[in-house]
T-cell receptor, first 113, second 115 residues
């Protein structure tokens, strides 16, 4: 089954404790991206990756890092999480870079205390 | 500043009603407008619109884009309880030096269909 898989789905952590949210897609997509969704603000892009050689910042990259060492995986790293990073995170992918026809993962709800 | 505004913020209707959801935008370097449906989990793709005046249709859902007036509508006819969801509008714009497009999302319209 074609899908984008995120882990963990739910996480409660404390300020400053490094964490990684993994994202994997099995559709051989070139383009992958991370979004956060907050009430009243909609979905905002954190980082995106055109392919394994290219990653770039989205609209709200502060406090996050990403890596794209292989095509299928695109982990989101919070080196020192803070309470303002409490949010619902979505990973998404698409076959053609630059298209909005995205396939989204199920979401990861992160709470930073 | 690029923005996408959806209205209404929420809507409650009875099964069988027809609803119209609105999306207006102010985005430079416009490429396309997309509609997504978000139930409890991940948004799922509905439509992508690039040309004015051409209706896209899928079952009871249809959408049209007006690039002159900078808006789109999503119509749902004969609504069912399964249509209850948040409907997201997103606009694609070309900014990135890498050729990827930025996607700007509205905050969504929450539709509730009562039996």
């Amino acid at each position: 089954e074609a899908q984008v898989t995120q882990n963990p789905r739910y996480l409660i952590t404390v300020t400053g404790k490094k964490l990684t949210v993994t994202c994997s897609q099995n559709m051989n997509h070139e383009y992958m991206s991370w979004y956060r969704q907050d009430p009243g603000l909609g979905l905002r892009q954190i980082y995106y990756s055109m392919n394994v050689e290219v990653t770039d910042k989205g609209d709200v990259p502060e406090g996050y890092k990403v890596s794209r060492k292989e095509k299928r995986n695109f982990p989101l790293i919070l080196e020192s999480p803070s309470p303002n990073q409490t949010s619902l995170y979505f990973c998404a992918s698409s076959f053609i870079p630059g298209t909005g026809e995205l396939f989204f993962g199920e979401g990861s709800r992160l709470t930073v205390l | 500043e690029d923005k996408v505004v959806q209205s209404p913020l929420s809507l409650v209707v009875h099964e069988g009603d027809t609803v119209t959801l609105n999306c207006s935008y102010e985005v430079t370097n416009f490429r396309s407008l997309l509609w997504y449906k978000q139930e409890k989990k991940a948004p799922t793709f509905l439509f992508m619109l690039t040309s004015s005046g051409i209706e896209k249709k899928s079952g009871r859902l249809s959408s049209i884009l007006d690039k002159k007036e900078l808006f789109s509508i999503l119509n749902i006819t004969a609504t069912q309880t399964g249509d209850s969801a948040v409907y997201l509008c997103a606009v694609e714009a070309s900014y990135s030096v890498h050729g990827a497009n930025n996607l700007f999302f509205g905050t969504g319209t929450r539709l509730t269909v009562i039996p």
